[in-house]
């Protein structure tokens, strides 16, 4: 996952609590972006237990290989035994529009639910409310 991948909840390498933190270049070595998979547990280790994280990510998934995505699932899916765990998403895998979609894990029960289409370059943007059903133009 690229930089820009962020965790909100999670201090910020070598600051205060409080602070919040993603995988950033310039918390890498010599700027360097780094792997956000990678780094992804440990920021989630270091979330604060009182406070409810969101994994955000756009466009990120297309870049990954299933095994990366299903390691991605994984991952969040082991963090949700510790915290309250949300994972915002933009992605683009299938259909003609990108889907936002949040995630939520409370203990075992995983949730999904399309929030809106949109714009690959974010012209424009369709909220669905409760509109759950799909849409003749994926």
């Known amino acids: 996952m690229a930089t ?4 909100a909840g999670a201090p910020r390498a070598g600051g205060a609590p409080g602070e919040r933190a993603g995988a950033r270049a310039e918390d890498s070595p010599a700027g360097r972006p780094r792997d956000a998979l990678a780094c992804l547990p440990e920021l989630l280790r270091e979330a604060r237990r009182d ?4 994994v ?3 466009h990120t998934l ?4 299933e095994d990366g995505r299903a390691a991605l699932t994984a991952v969040l899916s082991e963090s949700s035994r510790d915290l309250p765990l949300y994972r915002l998403s933009a992605e683009w895998l299938t259909g003609i529009h990108p889907l936002v979609e949040l ?3 409370a203990g ?4 999904t639910r399309r929030l809106a289409f949109s714009d690959p370059h ?3 943007i369709e909220w669905l409310g409760d ?3 799909a849409r003749p133009f994926e």
């Open 131 to 133: 509109r759950t059903a």
């Open 4 to 7: 820009g991948a962020g965790v």
């Open 62 to 65: 297309n870049q990954m290989s």
């Open 103 to 105: 995630t939520s894990w």
């Open 122 to 124: 974010g012209r424009w």
């Open 108 to 111: 075992a029960n995983v949730t």
């Open 56 to 58: 955000t990510h756009t």
């Open 51 to 54: 406070a409810a994280v969101c």
